[in-house]
Structures are given as structure tokens and as C-alpha cells.
């Protein structure tokens, strides 16, 4: 079975400072996607990037980048020019790789706890 | 706007009552899901329907029921049976089952009084 760990309960920084929220997981898969969503006050589930294992090349999205280690099974999330609405709790996850919309039960998002990021002013 | 729309926001329940908690898109997706979220705790799958008329359990069904009659509403059911029901509830759409892009509602927090 998947499993993704993130071991950073709570993080803060100030504003325009670079943070990276650290995510491991653990899989025989092969063929993969990983993920981090934000989760800002609203509540509602954002998602921020998203990066398919057999891309070597990292994702970006605009201030978001990702390290994604797929020996070591690690995949953190750095966030450049940290800005106040990026506080928020972020989730890292992964799902298995889906192929030809096979009507099969494993293809289901897999969570990590969690991360809560404060931006500090 | 499309969207995934659910109510009630906030939602109060009595021990022993049920209580049905809505979820409806305006996507056009086809696979639609329903999540549970816990402090501390990432989001646990409790039951997920891949087309109309189908549904599937998650890891943590027991002491929920669904319903997928129509395309664009997929209602959740926590019934008595639930011994710890106080959460928050997310639904959440999906192109397809295994699609990598899911869509998800501001939730609804559920408290047993």
C-alpha cells in the first residue's frame, strides 16, 4: 500500500522569504503522480502542482517549484517570494498512474497529514 | 461559474439521527468522491462513484451511505451507525476516475450536539 508522510507539522516564515515543505512516500509503483494542494481558511482544496513520475524534469508553477527525488521517494514543494495568501495548509499526495480509464478502485488520491504554513508580515 | 457547490456549510446532528450532507457539479464529470477530514489527518476516502448508478466504498465507509441517481449530485448519508462523526466533509469531482486534475467544495463541517 502508498503511503505519504510529511513531517513538518507547522511552519513559519516572513514575507518574501523562500520556504520548502518537505513530503516522502512510499511505493512499488512505478508509474506515478504526485501532488501538493493548498488548503488556504476557506477551506476549500486547491491544487498547486503537480508532477508525473516519469518526468525528470522538476514542475513550476509561476513562485512554486518542486524537488522531486524519485530514488529517494521524496517530492517538497518550494515556495519563492512567499506572500501573506499563501498561508494555508498544504497536503501532499499521490496517485498511482491511471492508463486507459480503467474502471479500477486503486486509481484514488492518497493524503499526507499535512503541513500548516504561516507568512509572517 | 461551474463549480462544485456544498451545503450545508455548518451542519448540527443529535446522536442517534442521520443526516444527509449535498453535493452537486456543474462539470459534466463523471467520477465524483467523498472525503473525510480530521485534524492532524490527511483526507480518508469514504465512498467514490466512478459513473451514475455506481458508487464504491473507500477506506472508511462503515456507518455512511451514498447515492449517484443523477450525474451532477452525489449526497453522502452519515447515519447513526457513524460512532465518531464530528469532521469536516470535502466532495470532490473528477473528468473521470484516475484523472489527475479533482475539483473539490468548500466542505461542510459536521457536529454531533
Known amino acids: 500500500a502508498q503511503t505519504v508522510t510529511q513531517s513538518q507539522p507547522e511552519m513559519s516564515v516572513q514575507e518574501a522569504e523562500t520556504v520548502t515543505l518537505s513530503c516522502t512516500y512510499d511505493?512499488?509503483?512505478?508509474?506515478?503522480?504526485l501532488f501538493w494542494y493548498k488548503q488556504p481558511p476557506s477551506r476549500q482544496m486547491i491544487l498547486v502542482i503537480r508532477?508525473?513520475?516519469?518526468k525528470q524534469q522538476n514542475a513550476t508553477e509561476n513562485r512554486f517549484s518542486v524537488n522531486f527525488q524519485k530514488a529517494a521517494k521524496s517530492f517538497s514543494l518550494k515556495i519563492s517570494d512567499s506572500q501573506l495568501g499563501d498561508t494555508a495548509m498544504y497536503f501532499c499526495?499521490?496517485?498511482?498512474?491511471?492508463?486507459?480509464?480503467?474502471?479500477?478502485?486503486?486509481?484514488?488520491?492518497?493524503w499526507g497529514a499535512g503541513t500548516k504554513l504561516i507568512i509572517k508580515p | 461559474d461551474g463549480g462544485i457547490t456544498q451545503s450545508p456549510k455548518y451542519l448540527f446532528r443529535k446522536e442517534g439521527q442521520n443526516v444527509t450532507l449535498s453535493c452537486e457539479q456543474n462539470?459534466?464529470?463523471?467520477?465524483m468522491y467523498w472525503y473525510r477530514q480530521d485534524p492532524g489527518q490527511g483526507l480518508r476516502l469514504i465512498y467514490y462513484?466512478?459513473?451514475?448508478?455506481?458508487?464504491q466504498k473507500g477506506d472508511i465507509a462503515e456507518g455512511y451511505s451514498v447515492s449517484r441517481e443523477k450525474k451532477e449530485s452525489f449526497p453522502l448519508t452519515v447515519t447513526s451507525a457513524q460512532k465518531n462523526p464530528t469532521a469536516f466533509y470535502l466532495c470532490?469531482?473528477?473528468?473521470?476516475?484516475?484523472?489527475?486534475?479533482?475539483?473539490f467544495g468548500q466542505g461542510t463541517r459536521l457536529t454531533v450536539v
Open positions: 470532490a469531482s473528477s473528468v473521470y476516475h484516475g484523472n489527475t486534475e479533482a475539483f
Open positions: 462539470l459534466n464529470h463523471d467520477a
Open positions: 462513484s466512478q459513473i451514475v448508478n455506481d458508487f
Open positions: 511505493t512499488s509503483e512505478n508509474n506515478y503522480y
Open positions: 508532477q508525473e513520475a516519469y
Open positions: 499526495a499521490f496517485m498511482k498512474h491511471s492508463g486507459l480509464r480503467r474502471l479500477d478502485s486503486n486509481y484514488q488520491l492518497i
